[in-house]
């Protein structure tokens, strides 16, 4: 949502609020219980946008989520420096990046971007990237949908919670 439709979604509910990086409208019941872990990984801080809509999904939706973000191949040792963190979730999504699934053993849902380096083509370089990844349990949403990616990894850690 814009700034301009979030004004007249308040307008005619108050406790509407709104976030401009996710860019989500959102009223949410307070105290809410969130449960499990899914971690939200992004391989630079131009994934932020996707990721902070997926992680505000599952949040939603009554997961916790742990935030891990700026952790992609090009600073590999960053990503390595987060493993012990990334292996605890019981689902993790990868926005622009999927070198995370030979890490962990846990569901990898990865969520290709519009936006990236060199030939990306809005997203398609990234999404047939992901398509083709040769890594086991890995998973792979449209491009730039946060909100997918939020709604499945939820579902997933609900299983891994009831067990």
Avoid: W
Avoid at 9 to 26: E, G, M, N, Q, T
Avoid at 40 to 61: L, R
Avoid at 135 to 156: E, K, M
């Amino acid at each position: 949502a814009s700034q301009a439709q979030y004004e007249l979604i308040r307008s005619l509910v108050p406790a509407a609020v709104y976030d401009p990086i996710s860019r989500i409208v959102k009223v949410e019941k307070p105290d809410k219980e969130l449960v499990g872990c899914v971690a939200v990984c992004t391989g630079g801080t131009a994934d932020i946008p996707v990721a902070e809509e997926a992680a505000q999904t599952a949040e939603y939706f009554g997961t916790k989520v742990d935030r891990i973000y700026d952790v992609g191949v090009a600073g590999i040792h960053r990503l390595l420096s987060q493993r012990e963190r990334i292996c605890k979730a019981n689902c993790i999504i990868a926005v622009a990046g999927t070198v995370i699934a030979g890490l962990a053993d846990a569901p990898v849902i990865a969520v290709p971007t519009s936006v990236g380096y060199g030939a990306s083509f809005h997203g398609l370089s990234a999404l047939l990237t992901m398509i083709n990844s040769c890594a086991n349990g890995i998973s792979v949403v449209n491009i730039d949908n946060g909100y997918g990616a939020g709604y499945i990894a939820t579902q997933i850690n609900r299983m891994a919670v009831k067990k």
